[in-house]
């Protein structure tokens, strides 16, 4: 492990996570805070983080960025949403920029970690997000990507499990009940992505090898239900691919 603090992927972590996870969009500081900790202690035990250059894509309000700055690295933070960036304190977090990250604003090999949580599965291209991580991540860089695959419990959002019976239906269901839109429109802010397209993305990579693909919040020992087809894409939750640039 190269983090200070260790990375325990143990079933009663897996049990604090998705506790908080229900209180994504009504207590976001305490979810968001306890998952940026957890996923700066999981990045460390793949590269060192004191002294290095972090891009973090679809950084939002800055819970990931203040997290890695913690311990020790110096934050870029890409964001295509400057409500979204300045939802926390009114300004965009340290090191912000406005961006796309189907167009990082970042010169190719320059960043010694190219990280995202949770944001692929809101880009209408996917893998061109993926690609653009990957040309920013410089020879010997690490690049973590983390997303909730759609066929997922969590797939749809706040509008599972009827994502289910359909992405469309399951919006106009929510909206219906709720009395307003999903804060994740599936079409337009939400996209069904598998992890079977992201692991073939990942092996057709000749610049970069697969150090290692997990599902992120499930306890070490639940690690090879993402060998399964069919089954991960139910199983895992949340997939994390991590990359080293060749």
């Known amino acids: 492990m190269n983090s200070s603090v260790a990375h ?8 604090r996570l998705f506790r908080a996870f229900r209180l994504e ?22 590269t060192p983080l004191a002294g290095a250059v972090v891009l973090d ?37 340290a090191g912000g920029v406005l961006g796309s990250a189907l167009e990082l604003p970042v010169r190719s090999d320059s960043v010694d970690v190219c990280f995202s949580s949770n944001v692929l599965e809101h880009v209408p291209r996917p893998f061109d997000m993926a690609d653009e991580m990957l040309r920013v991540t410089r020879p010997g860089g690490t690049m973590f990507l983390s997303f909730t695959n759609w066929l997922s419990p969590w797939g749809g959002h706040e509008t599972s499990p009827w994502h289910y019976l359909g992405g469309h239906r399951a919006a106009r269901r929510y909206e219906r009940r709720q009395g307003r839109r999903p804060k994740n429109v599936f079409g337009e802010s ?17 610049a970069a090898e697969i150090v290692d693909v997990l599902p992120r919040y499930l306890p070490r020992w639940a690690r090879g239900v993402v060998r399964v087809p069919g089954v991960r894409e139910v199983l895992t939750w949340n997939l994390v691919v991590v990359l080293r640039k060749r």
């Open 57 to 93: 894509v679809g950084g939002g309000a800055g819970y990931f960025a203040d997290a890695l700055s913690g311990a020790g690295a110096r934050i870029i933070c890409v964001d295509c949403d400057a409500g979204e960036m300045s939802a926390r304190d009114g300004a965009p977090p």
């Open 25 to 46: 969009q009504s207590e976001p500081d305490l979810f968001y805070g306890m998952l940026a900790a957890d996923t700066v202690a999981q990045l460390g035990g793949y």
């Open 190 to 206: 939400l996209y069904a992505i598998s992890i079977g397209d992201t692991l073939r993305w990942a092996r057709r990579q000749t």
């Open 8 to 15: 325990r992927a143990d079933l009663a972590r897996s049990v």
